[in-house]
């Protein structure tokens, strides 16, 4: 066993048990936020190394000889840049619509969010409703 193999083993071990971590971590969580949190950020790093650990053995076909090995390691560099792209935008949309929605985090201190947008309403709906002056 060759010390690629035991990188590639390791890589692979800490991608499993970080995508574990996220499904213990939506079965667990009271609400869609930290749910979120656990869904989003243990698989994005659990996702880093599984795919790491795919572009190493990509990597390694290449180095003896094969050519599919490269084209692997390639098409698992995209994918890794996909879900580097999309994984946090698309948590923080659904966040978004969830805090639009009403949905309230569970034991919350305090919301600031929830402030800023009152606030923000409150001023849009004044110079919404103000008369424009004619004759100026």
């Not at 083993?9 to 969580?29: E, V």
């Not at 790491?52 to 076909?61: A, D, E």
């Not at 560099?77 to 792209?85: E, K, M, P």
Request: some cysteine.
């Amino acid at each position: 066993m060759s010390i690629v193999d035991i990188i590639i083993y390791i890589f692979f071990s800490i991608g499993i048990f970080f995508n574990l971590l996220a499904g213990i971590g939506l079965l667990r969580f009271p609400d869609v936020y930290t749910r979120l949190h656990a869904g989003t950020k243990c698989t994005t790093f659990g996702s880093i190394f599984l795919i790491g650990s795919v572009i190493l053995i990509g990597f390694r076909s290449w180095y003896f000889g094969s050519t599919d090995g490269s084209v692997l390691a390639i098409h698992s560099i995209v994918a890794l840049i996909a879900i580097l792209l999309t994984n946090p935008t698309g948590a923080h949309a659904i966040a978004r619509a969830a805090h639009r929605s009403g949905v309230e985090p569970v034991n919350a201190v305090i919301d600031e969010l929830k402030t800023k947008t009152k606030t923000k309403s409150q001023s849009d709906k004044s110079a919404h409703n103000k008369k424009p002056e004619v004759g100026k």
